[in-house]
């Protein structure tokens, strides 16, 4: 949506002398996508997300930064840190509390660098300070710095593991991972295809496993995206 309306308003900043007349198309297009949006409402419910408040996460090294450059992917990762048969909620908060440790205290960086983090036990942590209030808005997200170049546009899920070899996530992770990416893809508008790997945008083995499954965890959310429609009319 903010792309659109910044392309508007180039189109009418360039025709200036038009604009009395191009503004009637434009308010008639613009009526119509609202009322085709009611049409299809979604209603994704939301996920559990445990903020950093919950898990007892220290202040960040500073104000994350918010940024409003159109948010238009999710990128999927994979923690790297041993596989555990613990599948407890105690389990996934303490862990978001040694990554965090880890990217500042060892990265250097403000705080921990994905937005959010999946445990084993498909209990979903907020990672750097804001990125769910951002989510729950929609209209905005938190920089990150979980994939160079993708910080400011994409959305970063650390998957709690390392998938390489024969380890998959279990079936908690797994569809939990589904229904989080469904509700995120809500939120900012995104297509269920706009789903990528880690080692889609940099080199790296990450998200391991997960990287060949993505053609199936698109499909996954799809189905979640589209039995959440609501037809009214
Ligand atoms: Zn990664």
């Not at 308010?27 to 994704?44: E, G, I, L």
Request: charged share 20%.
């Amino acid at each position: 949506m903010r792309k659109i309306k910044l392309s508007r308003r180039g189109v009418l900043g360039g025709l200036t002398g038009l604009a009395v007349v191009s503004a009637v198309p434009l308010v008639a297009t613009n009526a119509f996508a609202d009322s085709a949006t009611k049409k299809h409402k979604r209603d994704v419910p939301k996920p559990d997300i445990f903020s950093c408040d919950d898990w007892g996460a220290r202040p960040a090294n500073g104000t994350p930064v918010k940024v409003n450059n159109g948010t238009n992917k999710i990128i999927v990762h994979h923690t790297a840190f041993p596989n555990t048969t613990d599948h407890s909620k105690d389990y996934a908060f303490q862990n978001s509390r040694d990554i965090q440790d880890l990217h500042m205290d060892q990265n250097g960086w403000m705080d921990t660098g994905q937005h959010f983090t999946n445990s084993q036990g498909g209990f979903i942590t907020e990672g750097r300070h804001g990125s769910l209030d951002a989510l729950l808005d929609g209209g905005y997200q938190i920089e990150g710095a979980h994939c160079v170049g993708q910080n400011d546009q994409a959305i970063g899920i650390e998957n709690d593991g390392t998938f390489l070899d024969s380890d998959q996530p279990s079936q908690e992770q797994w569809n939990s991972l589904i229904n989080f990416c469904a509700f995120i893809c809500q939120q900012y508008k995104l297509a269920s295809s706009e789903i990528y790997g880690h080692m889609d945008f940099n080199s790296t083995q990450c998200p391991g496993n997960i990287h060949d499954r993505l053609p199936e965890l698109r499909d996954a959310v799809q189905k979640v995206l589209d039995g959440s429609r609501h037809h009214h009319g």
